[in-house]
């Protein structure tokens, strides 16, 4: 037994548990919001995945940003993301998420979350239907399970990128410095 | 001497492990109860253990200061330190620790030693839900505290003995469990517990809803892994404890679990239809009948 070994014996241990144990932080910006419910309660139940809610941002493992955001509500996701703890994952919900959707020619909200915050998987649909969005948190399980969600790291590394991009869009920028 | 010591520390070890797992046990299980009341599936039963591997497997970059960074340390320790106090099993079979003479009082005190520690941390993190929490907490705890001290007054002057062993040996030695020999102070005790596990209606400190989680909101990680497996513990001294006073104790480990568990399942059934009180109709509620029943069972002790 190297030491290799047993790192990698740990962190499959370690990732088992990150994958059956996902506390989510439900955004809800748009109107896809109206989805978790029904994907929390008793006909879909997610917990079952051991999927659960979280009351704040210092517990969650998953931050889910359930559609559009103007670009005032990006400020506050931002802060909250920072806010999270590490291994962190995000979830974009939605096709506002992914491209604008409807809201593609709006002058106050944000098209591609990628931009702005690392998102390690998408839920398509406008709105996704809850069986779509277990199917998504199922598509995080195998990340996680396979180490491949790395979307923190990718924050940390490419910052500066982030920040510019999130700079530009919000234009007062008073945000406190967090060291996480 | 020296063995005496060692025995000491293997029986502290192998108590709290013992707390630990079968306080895990009882949360995974009160979640999958909870879920098939509510036409689920749920998670597995050991699903707490998953929760607390990955908590405690996740980076926790918080500093608010010292206090905070002791308060779920201040809980464990009241968990820990509690448990050594009471004895497990009738008759010294399993580890006796350091059951003596008094320990019922000590036990009131040392059992909100954790809540107070806890409420210092919280105060220390600045975060007003905390503040809130802390203040529904402390309101709610002088509200059941005093029916759960009648109780426990009844069952001194009772059995005119402060020693949890000796209570245990004057419900063998009559024969009657202190359940039946004083049924009110059982139900004292009893509608008490309902405060004290905290489970709907009586969660006003928690609320994930309105005060997003209360005391616990800026702790995460390893914070509230620690917060968790103190709760695990801290849950099964209670259920022992009571079952200790009331049910006279167990001879062995299985009819330990039957009776706590089904202790533990009066609180959470309770919980699962009611919806949640506010802080003052809490208290109102303590004061109500568990009061009167905490009074009623006093006289009884003096004047049977
Ligand atoms: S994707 Fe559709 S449902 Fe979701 S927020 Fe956008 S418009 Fe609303």
Same mark, same amino acid.
């Given at each position: 037994m190297n030491d290799k070994n047993s790192q990698k014996i740990v962190d499959v241990i370690k990732n088992f548990a990150r994958k059956h144990s996902l506390f989510v932080l439900a955004y809800g910006t748009g109107c896809g919001a109206i989805e978790i419910p029904a994907t929390m309660t008793s006909r879909y139940d997610a917990e079952r995945f051991g999927i659960r809610g979280a009351a704040t941002p210092r517990q969650a493992d998953v931050l889910l940003?359930?559609? $559009?955001?103007s670009t005032k509500t990006l400020k506050r996701v931002i802060r909250t993301y920072e806010q999270m703890q590490d291994p962190k994952y995000v979830i974009g919900f939605g096709s506002c998420t992914i491209n604008g959707g409807m809201y593609w020619d709006s002058y106050n909200t944000i098209k591609l979350l990628d931009m702005y915050l690392p998102v390690d998987i998408y839920i398509n649909g406008c709105m996704p239907r809850p069986e779509a969005v277990i199917e998504g948190f199922i598509g995080l399980q195998k990340l996680i399970a396979a180490g491949k969600a790395e979307g923190a790291k990718k $924050?940390?590394?490419?910052?500066?990128?982030?920040?510019?991009?999130?700079?530009?869009?919000?234009?007062?920028? #008073?945000?406190?410095?967090y060291n996480w | 001497m020296m063995g005496d010591i060692w025995m000491t520390l293997l029986g502290?070890? #192998?108590?709290?492990?013992?707390?630990?797992?079968t306080g895990m046990f009882y949360m995974g299980a009160s979640r999958k109860i909870t879920a098939r009341v509510q036409n689920r599936v749920g998670?597995? &039963?050991?699903?707490?253990f998953l929760d607390l591997i990955k908590l405690q497997a996740k980076d926790t970059a918080i500093h608010h200061g010292w206090m905070q960074l002791l308060g779920p340390a201040f809980l464990m320790v009241s968990a820990v330190g509690s448990l050594m106090f009471i004895p497990v099993l009738n008759k010294g079979l399993f580890f006796e620790n350091f059951t003596a003479d008094g320990d019922i009082i000590f036990l009131l005190y040392l059992m909100v030693f954790g809540s107070l520690g806890m409420a210092l941390g919280a105060g220390q993190t600045g975060n007003p839900n905390s503040a809130i929490g802390v203040t529904r907490g402390l309101t709610q705890m002088v509200g059941f505290e005093i029916p759960w001290v009648m109780a426990i007054v009844a069952l001194i002057l009772q059995y005119h003995t402060t020693n949890i062993a000796?209570?245990?040996?004057?419900?063998?030695?009559?024969? #009657?469990?202190?359940?039946?020999?004083?049924?009110?102070?059982? &139900?004292?005790?009893?509608l008490a517990a309902f405060g004290m596990f905290r489970y709907s209606p009586f969660d006003i400190v928690g609320a994930p809803a309105e005060l997003a989680s209360g005391p616990v909101s800026e702790n995460g990680g390893k914070f509230l892994g620690t917060m968790m497996s103190s709760h695990a513990v801290f849950?099964?001294?209670?259920? #022992?404890? $009571?079952?200790?006073?009331?049910?006279?104790g167990a001879d062995n480990l299985v009819e330990l679990v039957i009776k706590t568990f089904g202790l533990y399942l009066i609180p959470l059934t309770y919980g699962m239809v009611n919806p949640r009180y506010r802080t003052e109709q809490a208290v109102r509620y303590f004061y109500g009948w568990p009061t009167l029943f905490g009074i009623i069972a006093i006289l009884y002790a003096v004047f049977y």
């Open positions: 940003i359930t559609g $559009y955001l $924050y940390k590394e490419n910052l500066d990128w982030y920040r510019a991009n999130q700079k530009k869009v919000i234009k007062n920028w #008073v945000m406190p410095d | 502290v070890l #192998v108590t709290t492990l013992l707390a630990f797992v998670p597995p &039963i050991y699903q707490n000796e209570i245990l040996e004057a419900q063998h030695r009559s024969g #009657v469990w202190s359940m039946f020999a004083n049924p009110y102070a059982f &139900i004292a005790a009893l849950a099964f001294v209670k259920l #022992v404890l $009571y079952v200790d006073l009331f049910m006279g």
